[in-house]
């Protein structure tokens, strides 16, 4: 392996693929680690242990990333020295792909949970504070000029519960 002014890893043996591969796989993996357990956490509700280790993923995905690069930078020699490698590479990524589209999906879906929990809410309050005059919703005039504003109030949550 030698490195070019480029500061791309240029691939001029069998020892340096077998060592890229070997890189990103373990990138992969402990990526994969990570997500796992983010998914865990956040499935089970546990919102704050899931996201705590943004900073590590941050970082593995940036390495895992740049060893994709590589390894598309030196894809000719890596098919040249490690055809085998390639074959577990390939096999590898379209694992991983899966279990980024299922953390995708946990996210995601937390998210709209979260986003439908603060909007509940908000209506619910809201829907206590306006009067109903013969079983209409009915609000008082603003001396402001704004509808709701004299009895809009801000919105709070209790983190204890």
Do not use: C
């Amino acid at each position: 392996m030698q490195h070019s002014d480029s500061k791309t890893l240029r691939i001029t043996d069998r020892t340096g693929a077998a060592a890229l591969v070997a890189q990103v796989l373990a990138t992969m993996t402990a990526l994969e680690a990570v997500l796992d357990a983010e998914s865990g956490f956040v499935r089970q509700g546990r919102l704050r242990e899931g996201l705590k280790d943004s900073e590590r993923k941050a970082s593995l995905m940036g390495a895992y990333l740049q060893g994709l690069e590589t390894a598309k930078a030196n894809a000719i020699a890596l098919a040249r020295f490690a055809p085998d490698a390639i074959e577990s590479l390939k096999a590898a990524h379209k694992r991983f792909a899966g279990i980024v589209e299922t953390n995708q999906m946990v996210l995601a879906t937390a998210r709209s949970v979260a986003e439908n929990l603060v909007k509940t809410l908000a209506d619910d309050m809201s829907r206590a504070r306006v009067p109903t005059v013969y079983g209409m919703p009915s609000t008082a005039p603003s001396p402001y000029g704004r509808p709701g504003a004299a009895g809009s109030q801000p919105l709070i949550l209790s983190r204890s519960l």
